[in-house]
T-cell receptor
């Protein structure tokens, strides 16, 4: 039990649509990161938020955006969905940067 | 860029010891994490090395050599439930950019 919950568990969308994935972290976890994990690969870093501001970004296009809220929840938004966006999306939080991250169970997104 | 390499697959026998290696480009990483991920589940934190040397935690130990860009995870007294993917991940000096390796899929056989 990591104290990090994600919703929904599974989601099916079609190309061109938009999606919002949600994450709820433990109280006091000021850092939240989002990852994309394709089958059989390691997680790929999308971005990190620290105290509600974007604190770092991986190699993902601007159609991937996020928000972090004062209540330790966060969102990942993806616009103009493409088939290659089909993956497991993981949220991970930690009390501060450079500390071990604790992952949620992920949202499996399928694009048809 | 920052690349992390791990063997793709390993097989070991129940009760044995296995060492999973991880190599990375030395510039820019401030620490190295190891995570375990069972199929269909989220990664779970195993260890974090920020200084050179060996960190021991029960059956699991992790080693880091920053000058060589090398880390390993040592699993002792292997159990069937240790069959999983093991992910090595580096973090930059600002804690901003986490880079995961491809993961090593370990199969423990009876």
């Amino acid at each position: 039990e990591t104290g990090v919950t994600q919703s929904p568990t599974h989601l099916i969308k079609t190309r061109g649509q938009q999606v919002t994935l949600r994450c709820s972290s433990q109280s006091g976890h000021n850092t939240v990161s989002w990852y994309q994990q394709a089958l059989g690969q390691g997680p790929q870093f999308i971005f990190q938020y620290y105290r509600e501001e974007e604190n770092g970004r991986g190699n993902f296009p601007p159609r991937f955006s996020g928000l972090q809220f004062p209540n330790y929840s966060s969102e990942l938004n993806v616009n103009a969905l493409e088939l290659d966006d089909s993956a497991l999306y993981l949220c991970a939080s930690s009390p501060d940067r450079n500390q071990p991250q604790h992952f949620g169970d992920g949202t499996r997104l399928s694009i048809l | 860029g920052q690349n992390i390499d791990q063997p793709t697959e390993m097989t070991a026998t129940e009760g044995a010891i296995v060492q999973i290696n991880c190599t990375y480009q030395t510039s820019g990483f401030n620490g190295l994490f190891w995570y375990q991920q069972h199929a269909g589940e989220a990664p779970t934190f195993l260890s974090y090395n920020v200084l050179d040397g060996l960190e021991e935690k029960g059956r699991f130990s992790s080693f880091l050599s920053r000058s060589k860009g090398y880390s390993y995870l040592l699993l002792k007294e292997l159990q069937m439930k240790d069959s999983a993917s093991y992910l090595c991940a580096g973090v930059d000096n600002y804690g901003q950019n986490f880079v995961f390796g491809p993961g090593t899929r370990l199969s423990v056989l009876p």
